[in-house]
């Protein structure tokens, strides 16, 4: 029995041919397809994991992975503790949450019925209404999700409720705040955060980021095209969900008949681009969804509660 | 000439490959679960029998369309119908549905908003906030009141049954008529 490895490789015509295919194969699949789906096709080519050039495409093929995980995607464990930590500062900045229980239960079954039916629908989510008196409602990280009580007083039924609530999952199924803050490199070098993080040397480089979203998301607002991004998925979470998506544009033009003479600072005036021109694209993006007139409103419910507060 | 023919093989080879491992159905006819917690139905109703479970990312093959409902046909061959709000014409994105689903499949039946997801680690409380919002709380000296209002908001907690009976009372969705 032969143990020399390299005379059982140094096969004849057919082991040549094997190993040229493999190659080729190998070589294709770089150029032409997604690490995961290259990944499926390994185990076809080679089920019995035989081949070592495909090995070594393979190991390529995972390396590469991670390196895009590290990069691209915070864990979620660590993305909601720095959620949480802005929840923190929120709470400092906007008020407490108002005491009425009901009302919060009530905010997080039509907050939780949207995210059902948002990109990331297997995340828990958080709903809280505050009492500010700005109108103002933002998401922090890993989706918990303010609302002020003056926006929802300014509602007039359920349907402008779930748009609002939508568009702030949207932003934390996009994680547009957390990639605002990646552009300022306040990740560099971070890994998984645990508290041992906070407590160690990357405690500060912790507490800057949490600063950085502070600024972001109460000062100077994120990107112009994450809120219209926003807007235009929020109309399509709620009318998934089975709500009139015309409640976002009913939210927008009521924000702007009370602009002149509403707080700026820290609210949704100063935070986000122009309402008219958000009006303008979510009215465009409305033509997509013709029966929107018959979805549910649910006022009458909106409106029990609302008289709660 | 004869050193290309391995080449144009292993080509050959790799794109049947290909179309062989494609999704069976064309993009028309092709749809994905998008919701949490759909379920397959017997007739076009909300009050028709659940046929089956529909895990998010399942993907479906798209026999008709009624007002507002798909009929649809799932991978082991069953068929029923779905409310249009539950499913997409493009798949999940994989990487984020994988991670999150793990999330899921580790809390057993309970999944979504019904839990925190760190239940799963043994290290953290059920009710609460986290070790690392703690430590934070600490350093930076995070009056009391707003820890307290955290830790209530985290402690509020739906359910699927609550919810869809939410939905059902208003008449939303798939409970709508």
């Known amino acids: ?309 | 000439m004869a050193r290309m023919r391995p080449i144009i093989t292993a080509a050959g080879f790799v794109i049947a490959l290909m179309l062989l491992t494609a999704t069976a159905s064309s993009a028309a006819d092709a749809l994905w679960v998008s919701s949490e917690g759909a379920i397959l139905k017997a007739q076009r109703s909300s009050t028709a029998a659940g046929v089956a479970d529909l895990p998010v990312g399942m993907e479906l093959i798209r026999l008709e369309y009624e007002k507002r409902w798909y009929r649809v046909r799932i991978p082991d061959g069953r068929e029923g119908w779905i409310y249009r709000g539950k499913v997409s014409e493009t798949p999940p994105a994989k990487e984020t549905a994988a991670q999150e689903d793990s999330l899921g499949g580790l809390l057993g039946g309970l999944t979504g908003s019904s839990i925190r997801a760190d239940t799963a680690d043994t290290s953290r409380s059920i009710r609460g906030l986290s070790p690392e919002a703690r430590e934070y709380a600490r350093q930076k000296g995070t009056p009391e009141s707003c820890q307290q209002a955290l830790d209530e908001v985290l402690a509020l907690k739906t359910g699927s049954a609550e919810i869809e009976g939410f939905l059902r009372e208003g008449h939303i969705g798939e409970y709508a008529e």
């Open chain 1, 1 to 309: 029995m032969s143990t020399d490895h390299r005379s059982r490789r140094a096969g004849g015509p057919a082991d040549h041919r094997r190993r040229d295919l493999l190659k080729a194969s190998g070589l294709l699949l770089t150029l032409l397809a997604t690490p995961a789906f290259a990944l499926d096709l390994f185990k076809i080519i080679d089920p019995a994991n035989k081949s070592k050039d495909l090995q070594k495409t393979k190991d390529i093929f995972k390396g590469a992975g991670s390196i895009l995980a590290s990069t691209q995607e915070l864990d979620y464990h660590s993305e909601f503790a720095i959620g949480e930590s802005l929840a923190l500062e929120g709470f400092q900045r906007y008020g407490l949450p108002i005491e009425d229980a009901e009302f919060q239960r009530y905010i997080n079954l039509v907050g939780d019925a949207v995210a059902r039916h948002s990109d990331r629908p297997k995340i828990p989510y958080y709903f809280v209404v505050v009492s500010s008196p700005l109108y103002n409602a933002f998401a922090c990280p890993g989706g918990i999700i303010f609302v002020s009580e003056a926006l929802v007083k300014a509602m007039q039924d359920e349907s402008e409720l779930a748009c609002v609530l939508s568009h702030e999952v949207s932003h934390v199924t996009h994680k547009h705040a957390l990639k605002t803050i990646r552009r300022a490199k306040f990740f560099e070098g971070l890994g998984t955060i645990t508290a041992a993080t906070l407590k160690g040397r990357d405690g500060q480089k912790f507490k800057n980021i949490i600063g950085g979203l502070q600024s972001v998301l109460f000062e100077k607002g994120l990107d112009k095209n994450m809120e219209y991004e926003a807007d235009l998925s929020a109309m399509e979470i709620a009318y998934r969900t089975g709500y009139d998506p015309n409640g976002m544009i009913k939210v927008l033009e009521m924000l702007q008949t009370r602009e002149k003479t509403a707080q700026k600072s820290g609210s949704w005036f100063s935070t986000h681009p122009p309402l008219a021109s958000r009006i303008e694209k979510c009215r465009a993006r409305r033509r997509q969804y013709p029966d929107a007139a018959s979805l549910a409103r649910v006022k009458q419910r909106f409106i029990s509660y609302r008289k709660r507060i």
